[in-house]
């Protein structure tokens, strides 16, 4: 059966768009209308005063990276590397050694994250099998001159606390 095609006549342009002007009237006239409506009132407005007034972060957002640790402080990664296999934009590597604390048979010696590569796509938290590494410290503006310091290592991803309480994450959804 062949497509049936439904041919839809092309009107064109009316005289009144062809003459140009009042259809540039007619935008200047909206324009105008919203900024002397903004001028004159402007709670309606959506701005935010950043950085003053900082966003609210919810549980389930996604920013920079951390990783837990069990309540004796001891890291909980076991170096499965499941988040590095799963990073789909390749920017976490993981070195393993031996762990001699009886929790696991490895932990991390060495855990780097890229952030100029990160898509922040949360696929390294999702595949994670033990909660060791979250997206919850609430961190969002991540600025610096150069691009080593765009590089977290183990110690600033151990140190870094979440923003938000045990109960509000799980809560959360994450
Ligand atoms: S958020 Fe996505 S891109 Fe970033 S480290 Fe995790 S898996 Fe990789
Ligand atoms: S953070 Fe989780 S997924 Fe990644 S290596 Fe450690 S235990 Fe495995």
């Given at each position: 059966m062949g497509a049936q095609v439904k041919t839809i006549e092309r009107k064109g342009?009316?005289?009144?768009?062809?003459?140009?002007?009042?259809?540039?009237?007619?935008?200047?006239?909206?324009?105008?209308?919203?900024?002397?409506?903004?001028?004159?009132?402007?709670?309606?407005?959506?701005?935010?005063?950043?950085?003053?007034?900082?966003?609210?972060?919810?549980?389930?957002?996604?920013?920079?990276?951390?990783?837990?640790?069990?309540?004796?402080?001891?890291?909980?990664?076991?170096?499965?590397?499941?988040?590095?296999?799963?990073?789909?934009?390749?920017?976490?590597?993981?070195e393993a050694g031996e762990r001699l604390d009886g929790k696991a048979e490895k932990m991390p010696v060495k855990f780097n994250i890229d952030l100029l590569e990160c898509i922040y796509c949360g696929y390294c938290v999702e595949a994670c099998?033990?909660?060791?590494?979250?997206?919850?410290?609430?961190?969002?503006?991540?600025t610096d001159n150069n691009r080593e310091s765009f590089v977290l290592g183990l110690e600033e991803l151990l140190t870094t606390p979440g923003a938000f309480s045990e109960e509000e994450y799980k809560k959360g959804g994450a």
């Open positions: 342009s009316s005289l009144q768009e062809r003459l140009y002007l009042p259809e540039i009237f007619k935008g200047m006239a909206t324009t105008f209308g919203h900024l002397w409506r903004n001028l004159l009132d402007n709670r309606k407005l959506y701005v935010r005063h950043y950085p003053e007034v900082q966003p609210e972060i919810p549980v389930r957002w996604r920013g920079r990276h951390r990783l837990t640790t069990h309540e004796d402080q001891t890291v909980k990664c076991v170096a499965c590397f499941m988040c590095q296999t799963n990073c789909p934009a390749n920017c976490i590597m993981i099998p033990v909660d060791a590494i979250r997206m919850d410290t609430g961190i969002f503006s991540v």
